[in-house]
C-alpha cells in the first residue's frame, strides 16, 4: 500500500509549501507505520532521560498518557495524584510507574484549517481568532504549524515559535473549490498522482489529519496536539476516517474539531453529515468536538476551553506488563477511583517495533 508522503514545493509565497499527497490502494493490510527514529537538539536530548517529557512510546520501554479529569459538569479537577487513578491496558491492570501533574511542558500544536467552499462566510473569523488562540497559548519551548485543506492540502507555516509567522499563514488560507488537474498535477514517489475518476472532491480532510500525523507530528516528542477548525465533511480523501485516527495515534496527538457550520450553505440543513466522523477522531486520540457554529464568540470560547486543557494535563506511565511488540493496537483506558470524575484521555496505543539507527 503507498502511503501519502508529505513534501515540500515553494509556491510564489515563500511562506507556501504544497504538500503532495500519494494515490493510496487502500486494502485489508492498512498501514503499518513503525515508530521513526527522532532527531534530538541537546535540551531535548537532557530531557529525554527524564520520563516525563516523552509522550505515548512504547519504544522507549514505557507508555506514557497525557489526560485532563473533570467533574460532572465538566469543570476541570486539579491537585489528584496518582492514588486517585488505576490504569489497565487491554483489560488488565498495570503498575502505575509516576504520576505528575504537568501543565508547562512543551507543546507542539498543528492548526488544520478548512478552506472549503462550504467555509466562505466563516474563514475570516477563523483566521482571526485562531491567531489570538496561538499568542495566547505559545510559550518560548513551544512550537506550531498552520495546514489549510480543500482541494488540495496546503502547509502555509512548517515548525514555528514565531506568532507573527502563523498568523501570516493563516491569513494565506483562501477558499478553493477548484477542481484537481490531471495534467500537469503534483508528483509523488512513484510518478504523477492519478486523479480520481469518479466521487466528489472538495474537503480532503481526512488526508489532511493524516499527513499532519504522520509527516509532521510523529517526528516530533514531548506533548502534540492538534486542533480542527472545520465543518467536519469530507469529501474526496482518498484515506477513510480510521487511517486518519490511526495516524493520529500513532503520532501520539491529542485532536480537537472546532465544528464551524455554516449551515446556510448547505440550504435549510440538508447535505451535512460531518458529526459523527469527527467525535470518533477526537475521542479516540483524548480530544473532543466543540459546537461553534458560525458565532464568534462561541469560537472564542472554544479557544478557551482547549487552551485551558492542554495547560491542565496530568501525566501518567506505566512499563506493560506486555512486551510483545507486534504492532498492534492496546487499548489503554484510566479509571478514577472516585467514580463521578471524567477521564478525557487517548483510548490506547500502537506496539510498534522501534526501527535500528
Do not use: W
Not at 491537585?79 to 489497565?88: A, G, H, P, T, Y
Not at 473569523?125 to 482541494?151: C, H, P, Q
Not at 488560507?173 to 509523488?188: E, Y
Not at 472546532?258 to 435549510?268: H, T, V
Amino acid at each position: 500500500m503507498l502511503m501519502p508522503k508529505l513534501s515540500y514545493k515553494p509556491d510564489l509565497s515563500p511562506a507556501v509549501f504544497v504538500i503532495l499527497a500519494v494515490a493510496l490502494s487502500l486494502g485489508a493490510n492498512a498501514q503499518s507505520l513503525p515508530s521513526s527514529p527522532v532527531k534530538l537538539s541537546g535540551d531535548q536530548a537532557q530531557s529525554q532521560t527524564d520520563d516525563t517529557t516523552t509522550t505515548l512510546k512504547v519504544n522507549v520501554e514505557v507508555v506514557q498518557l497525557f489526560f485532563n479529569v473533570k467533574d460532572k459538569h465538566g469543570a476541570l479537577i486539579p491537585n489528584l495524584n496518582k492514588d486517585n487513578f488505576d490504569i489497565f491496558e487491554d483489560g488488565k491492570q498495570q503498575s502505575i510507574k509516576y504520576f505528575k501533574a504537568e501543565s508547562d511542558l512543551p507543546l507542539t500544536l498543528g492548526i488544520l484549517i478548512d478552506s472549503s467552499g462550504s467555509q466562505q462566510r466563516v474563514l475570516d473569523m477563523e483566521k482571526e481568532v485562531g491567531a489570538s488562540f496561538l499568542e495566547n497559548i505559545l510559550r518560548t519551548k513551544d512550537e506550531a504549524f498552520v495546514i489549510s485543506f480543500d482541494v488540495d492540502i496546503n502547509l502555509l507555516q512548517d515548525f514555528t515559535n514565531s506568532v507573527s509567522r502563523l498568523r501570516h499563514a493563516l491569513n494565506e488560507a483562501r477558499i478553493n473549490t477548484g477542481g484537481v488537474s490531471c495534467a500537469g498535477g503534483p508528483i509523488g514517489p512513484q510518478g504523477p498522482i492519478p486523479c480520481s475518476a469518479s466521487g466528489p472532491r472538495g474537503t480532503a480532510l481526512y488526508d489532511a489529519v493524516y499527513l499532519a500525523s504522520h509527516d509532521e507530528l510523529s517526528h516530533e516528542v514531548g506533548r502534540k496536539a492538534m486542533v480542527l477548525l472545520t465543518d467536519g465533511q469530507d469529501e474526496g480523501s482518498k484515506l477513510k476516517i480510521k487511517d486518519a485516527i490511526e495516524a493520529a495515534q500513532k503520532a501520539d496527538a491529542i485532536c480537537y474539531v472546532l465544528l464551524i457550520a455554516d449551515r446556510g450553505f448547505y440550504g435549510f440543513g440538508g447535505g451535512y453529515s460531518g458529526d459523527s466522523e469527527m467525535k470518533k477522531l477526537t475521542q479516540e486520540t483524548g480530544g473532543r468536538v466543540i459546537e461553534v457554529g458560525n458565532k464568534i464568540d462561541k469560537l472564542r470560547q472554544a479557544f478557551d476551553q482547549i487552551a485551558q486543557e492542554l495547560r491542565s494535563q496530568y501525566n501518567i506511565g506505566y512499563t506493560p506488563t506486555n512486551t510483545v511488540r507486534d504492532g498492534g493496537f492496546r487499548k489503554v483506558e484510566i479509571k478514577s477511583k472516585q467514580g463521578e470524575y471524567k477521564i478525557q484521555s487517548r483510548s490506547g496505543y500502537y506496539a510498534v517495533v522501534r526501527r535500528e539507527e
